[in-house]
């Protein structure tokens, strides 16, 4: 189309603590950014974006929906975590790119504010009661309301007594700590069998966490409906499930919570259609985002637009960051500045986030990262989930 801007250069950058970011330019000198990233997998989605580029090099920017479905379909081969975290980094890009070009923050371009604060979580580390007893104390002198640990370890296949009593132990823990005021969540990295699942599950109850995420692993969808009987305690799951299609299944089981990650479920795109499909069901919005500065603005801009959104994760302080942090790579740390454990709506244009792009640059030129996850085992040698 004459007249319209071309899409004239895109480029990656590792960084640590384990992130990826892409920098996509246009002929007439705006540029957008996104997190194109799968945590531990990194270099594969950096090609994917290689991959992709070949598409929209030349195109038109505003053209992000045409784009988005021929980045996701036009292969043919279509989903998995790779390519749709290199569709999704791609997609933050392209709108920030039209949010600067029309000077609105990308919340007014979705419909506009339904609210005017986001309500975060802290990441508490830690496994004995002592440390997180410390770690919570120091989140609600920070002024945080809420707050998500690790609700158990390793897990043997059926839990032992003291298995159980530890995880029991942690949650009374927290519950002591933060009052029956605040909110604290429990993520079980899909580490509890779905048995395990089932005797724990209604013994968490009284000390009403806010949510249990991934109690069992996301492909084992059949178990959900009978987890969601079990107990009380609502039931989140979503950052390992990538398109609205694999969301079905779970918001039919009755799961009260999704938790789709910008930067792995297709984008902002993606995401708004996430949410839509929870909506429909009841069920809220509370991305998953342990990630870097553009992904936690790109997520902002969607919370600060979507109806039923319930809580942002963050990643300031979580303990598996080292080397480098969510500030460390923006001119402006403003608008991660937190109140009362809540980021307040911008005018800012695109994302709302000014990438130090020069501190990104450096970031790769150093090797950027080779962040892997751990692998657990059991005490027989065998692999257990982490
Ligand atoms: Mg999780």
Redesign the pocket.
Known sequence: MAGSPKITRIETFLAPPRWLFVRVETDDGVVGWGEPVVEGRAEPVRAAVAVLAEHLLGQDPARIEDHWQVMTKGGFYRGGPVLSSAVAGLDQALWDIKGKRCGLPVHQLLGGPVRDRVRAYAWVGGDEPAEIRDALAAQIEAGFTAVKMNGCGRMSPLATRAEVRACLRRAETAREVLGDERDFAL?F?GRLSPSNARRLLPLLAEYAPLFA??PVLPEQVEALPGLVGASGVPLALG?RLYTRREFLAPLQAGVAVVQPDVSHAGGISELRRIAALAETYGAHLAP?CPLGPVALAASLQVAFTTPNFLIQEQSLGIHYHRGAELLDYVVDSAPFRFDRGALLRTDRPGLGVEVDEAAVRAADAAGGHTWRNPVWRYEDGAFAEW
């Open positions: 993520d990295h995420e991934e950052e998953h």
